[in-house]
């Protein structure tokens, strides 16, 4: 069983999908299973991270941002695939150092979460974007 779903972001921060996600694998009828989701694209993340406090998805914001800074800034000078804007390769590698898709196993029809555990999308670039998340459930 497969689904696309449509995230749509307002610049760099973790945007939290549980909400659009579970209704499907409840809907789907499966009581147990694996769920895949994989982004399509090359500029942003998928993560399972606490939703119980704002202040995580801010520091891991803040930490990021300091590990990858953006082209513009001068210890950065090395970049050369800089055509579509100071945050566009850093978004690259921010990207490349999480993951884009994410294994859940699928319990008592519900992913199978911990409490305090919501499932992200990670936008890494500062412009809006429309991102393409495939949900598959076996």
């Given at each position: 069983m497969q689904?696309?779903?449509?995230?749509?972001?307002?610049?760099?921060?973790?945007y939290e999908i549980t909400d659009q996600i579970a209704p499907w694998v409840q809907e789907s009828g499966r009581s147990q299973g694996l769920l895949t989701?994989?982004?399509?694209h090359t500029s942003c993340s998928l993560l399972i991270q606490e939703n119980a406090d704002p202040e995580v998805q801010g520091d891991l914001l803040a930490y990021l941002s300091r590990l990858v800074p953006p082209a513009s800034d001068p210890s950065m000078a090395y970049l050369r695939h800089t055509y579509e804007g100071p945050d566009d390769m850093p978004a690259h590698i921010k990207a490349a150092l999480?993951?884009?898709s994410l294994s859940i196993p699928v319990?008592?029809?519900?992913p199978a979460l911990g409490t305090w555990q919501g499932i992200y999308l990670f936008e890494h670039r500062d412009a809006p974007h429309s991102r393409r998340l495939i949900a598959h459930l076996v």
């Open positions: 689904a696309e779903f449509t995230v749509t972001t307002r610049g760099q921060a973790l989701l994989f982004v399509q999480l993951p884009v319990r008592d029809g519900r």
